[in-house]
């Protein structure tokens, strides 16, 4: 069984709450770098009131309007956006209480080569500027643990020497999202500043969600590639299924991957939780790197969902996850739809903070900001 203790109903604010007695019903957010909204999701299922979302994937903000309870976006380069002339005349006088997001991390990802002079390794520097023009009661950064080190810490180091000189108190820490009720061994460095007190992380929980536990109820698509709209496999098996079907009466985004008969020959020699190395010699070398041909293990949590999906397979069927598995393991509920083509949605999930664990970010900083 998942997690029961920790698998909540999300709540939606409603627009008419008001502030009451020194708490805040709702606060208002806006999500940088915001991609399909994971960040936010989590954030808005604490009771936050999410406004908009800027980043330059379109497709991905067509998602995020979708799901987001009437926020707005703006798609275009950020480095160009400011709040006096784009955002403000989007929220009109609506006070911003926190910025989030996520700069985007290709440029300081493990898995590809880094370069200080990298674009889009300045880009946290516009996430910096906006804060400073806004000037909100907190903000949350996420990014990828090697930030930390990166080029000796000069990036880690701007960012808490920056915000400092403006005032807020803060802090990091990686996480791991495994810790939090999500799937997945996903593990991110968190930046939280507050203009007033000082931020307590969230505890970690005390038990892990499973693949088998978020997938076995969807279905198999075994004889089948599935279609986009088809009713659930069986009934809820745990906390975590009930927690993801709460909203949802079908499942969405789960078309299965054509793989030729040789490949999947291949996968069905992988044992559950294996790898290339479970393999015979000759196809030992098709895929010569770390991670390939690797199944997933059906009682541990999922390694890191990316934006590709075509080195780590199903850990019962001979196939790649598809959207929807791979967004059960990230935490999205089932009635998080994702637009556009296969790709662009693999994409929007792979790029994305699982929910629940910007959710448990998202309700210690709630209590800290109430107090």
Not at 112 to 130: A, C, M, T, V, W
Not at 186 to 199: H, I, L, S
Not at 322 to 347: H, M, W, Y
Request: net charge positive.
């Amino acid at each position: 069984m998942g997690n029961t203790s920790r698998c909540r109903k999300t709540r939606r604010p409603k627009k008419s709450e008001k502030k009451k007695k020194g708490r805040l019903d709702y606060m208002n957010v806006i999500d940088l770098f915001s991609g399909a909204g994971g960040l936010s999701y989590g954030f808005e299922s604490a009771g936050f009131n999410v406004l908009l979302g800027i980043d330059n994937d379109s497709k991905a903000l067509e998602t995020f309007e979708l799901n987001h309870n009437g926020a707005k976006s703006i798609c275009g380069d950020i480095t160009q956006i400011s709040y006096k002339k784009d955002i403000k005349p989007l929220i009109g006088n609506k006070e911003i209480d926190v910025i989030i997001g996520g700069p985007p991390c290709q440029g300081m990802s493990l898995s590809g080569p880094r370069k200080f002079d990298d674009p889009r390794n300045k880009l946290y520097l516009s996430y910096i500027r906006l804060v400073e023009e806004i000037r909100p009661k907190a903000f949350v950064i996420e990014n990828v643990p090697g930030l930390v080190g990166l080029f000796g810490g000069q990036i880690k180091d701007s960012i808490i020497e920056k915000f400092t000189d403006m005032g807020y108190d803060i802090k990091y820490q990686i996480l791991c999202a495994a810790d939090y009720g999500v799937p997945q061994n996903r593990k991110r460095v968190v930046f939280v500043g507050m203009k007033k007190g000082t931020y307590t992380y969230p505890k970690p929980f005390e038990k892990k969600v499973t693949c088998s536990m978020a997938l076995d109820d969807l279905p198999p698509l075994v004889d089948t590639l599935g279609e986009d709209d088809v009713p659930y496999a069986t009934a809820p098996h745990n906390d975590y299924q009930k927690l993801m079907r709460a909203k949802s009466k079908s499942v969405r985004n789960h078309i299965a991957a054509e793989h030729s008969e040789k490949v999947k020959k291949i996968i069905s020699l992988v044992p559950d939780g294996g790898n290339y190395k479970d393999l015979p010699e000759e196809f030992r070398t098709s895929r010569n790197f770390h991670v390939a041909w690797t199944r997933f293990a059906s009682n541990k949590p999922a390694p890191t969902i990316d934006t590709g999906h075509r080195h780590h397979f199903h850990y019962k069927y001979n196939r790649v996850p598809t959207v929807r598995e791979c967004a059960r393991l990230q935490s999205f509920p089932d009635d998080f739809i994702f637009l556009g083509n296969k790709t662009q949605q693999f994409r929007q999930v792979g790029n994305a903070v699982p929910p629940l664990l910007a959710q448990a970010i998202a309700e210690t900083l709630k209590k800290e900001l109430e107090d």
